[in-house]
């Protein structure tokens, strides 16, 4: 249980607040690469950490991310002419480049330099993978890009997927890190073990619900260990990572493709969520992206122009009661539908946290919340996170396994990136 002033601080992540402050120190996804398909495309409306911005790329293909209205007298840049490596504002012709100079300002006199002294607000912006990064702290403290794996393996290898979640960001956070909710909200009612998808073949044949947890704090944020009986020599383990500030590797098994989630507040009730899925040595083939979008799969099915889910709160996320009978825990669609059909309404879009009753269960929950409450602290007096500093922290893969019951988890094999 966190108190009303803790809860506040994680979960309120607007300019000048603490948690945004913490944010803006870290590489953040800000839209998919699709969202700007070609030079001098339409720009695109953003709203990250509650701060409205606007998107495009200029004729060079080079990606911006601007203040959403112009510095002249607010209008909105989302009507601008995208020409000519820079973004037109429609009212009085005022231009902008990536990096938010102003370079033609055609309402003043030819011989003024006024346009020299505008510069607008503008994050800078990275591709990698399919995913559009931004930072948006100080410049003279930019953080390093993070050296996820799936970043660096060509576009065949890798499945990204975007979707909104109508709730705060760390209720999808904190899903993500509690391996115990598996056994219940993903299970699958089929008798066949293989039948489910994402690599939880494993988990299907096991039939202990109650995880022990065992945390360990790492250069990126945690390693998590949950562990349950299998046999008399055995411990089934499921790995998770929860990367700084708002990443997750998902546990995978032996042979399966590896998943990694995001949660970027768009604002303190609002969230985008990121999943990707890659094989870190060949191409992922038709069978692997038919099993991730399928029934079971791991990505919500969505509106491709929008990314809001088709299952919403609003049509009670499709459930399916016959379904709920025969074939799944829950009777709703996916991994993701479930996960927002008990993430969006926690005590409403933000989680009173003063509410729970935590348990064993909860012990990585609590783990990363001190995590987070410690890193604002920490800023707060000064210090940067190591981890915003240091990209090669998140060179990690998530496993699962079965492993001999006399390893802990600190000597468990747990296989890194590119190994």
Not at 230 to 247: A, K
Not at 343 to 359: A, V
Not at 366 to 388: C, E, H, K
Request: proline share 8%; with cysteine; net charge negative.
């Amino acid at each position: 249980m966190l108190s009303k002033v803790e809860n506040e601080l994680v979960t309120r992540c607007g300019a000048g607040t603490p948690m945004g402050e913490l944010f803006r120190r870290y590489w953040l996804p800000a839209m998919l690469a699709e969202e700007l398909p070609s030079p001098d495309c339409p720009p695109v409306r953003v709203t990250l950490l509650g701060e409205p911005l606007v998107a495009f790329r200029d004729s060079d293909g080079r990606v911006a991310l601007l203040g959403s209205h112009c510095p002249h007298r607010g209008a909105s840049l989302f009507f601008g002419r995208n020409e000519e490596q820079g973004l037109r504002c429609v009212y009085h012709g005022w231009k902008f480049d990536v990096d938010g100079r102003c370079v033609d300002m055609p309402n003043e006199p030819p011989e003024s330099t006024f346009r020299d002294r505008v510069q607008h607000t503008a994050y800078p912006c990275v591709e990698r993978a399919g995913i559009i990064w931004t930072y948006m702290g100080p410049r003279d403290q930019m953080a390093e890009l993070p050296q996820m794996e799936w970043m660096l393996v060509p576009d065949s290898h890798v499945y990204v997927h975007k979707r909104h979640q109508a709730s705060n960001y760390l209720q999808n956070v904190e899903g993500e890190v509690d391996s115990s909710h598996v056994s219940f909200l993903h299970r699958s009612m089929k008798a066949d073990p293989g039948a489910t998808v994402s690599g939880q073949r494993l988990l299907n044949q096991s039939r202990h619900h109650a995880p022990v947890f065992e945390v360990q704090e790492t250069d990126y944020g945690l390693v998590i260990g949950a562990r349950r009986d299998w046999d008399p020599e055995q411990y089934y383990w499921r790995v998770t990572q929860f990367l700084m500030p708002s990443y997750t590797m998902i546990p995978s098994e032996p042979g399966s493709p590896i998943s990694f989630t995001a949660a970027a507040p768009i604002d303190d009730e609002h969230t985008w969520g990121y999943t990707v899925t890659w094989r870190p040595d060949r191409p992922l083939t038709t069978e692997d992206v038919a099993r991730i979008e399928s029934w079971t799969g791991i990505y919500a099915e969505v509106d491709p122009k929008t990314y809001m889910p088709v299952a919403t709160k609003e049509n009670d996320y499709l459930i399916d009661r016959a379904k709920q009978r025969t074939d799944s825990f829950t009777g709703i669609r996916g991994i993701r539908e479930q996960d927002l059909a008990v993430q969006e309404d926690q005590y409403g879009p933000i989680t009173d946290r003063t509410r729970e009753h935590l348990g064993a269960s909860d012990t990585a929950v609590i783990a990363m919340r001190r995590v987070l409450l410690r890193s604002i602290a920490d800023l707060q007096r000064g210090t940067p996170p190591f981890s915003a500093l240091h990209g090669d922290v998140y060179r990690v893969r998530s496993a699962a396994f079965l492993a001999e019951r006399a390893l802990p988890l600190e000597h468990l094999s747990i296989p890194t990136a590119g190994a």
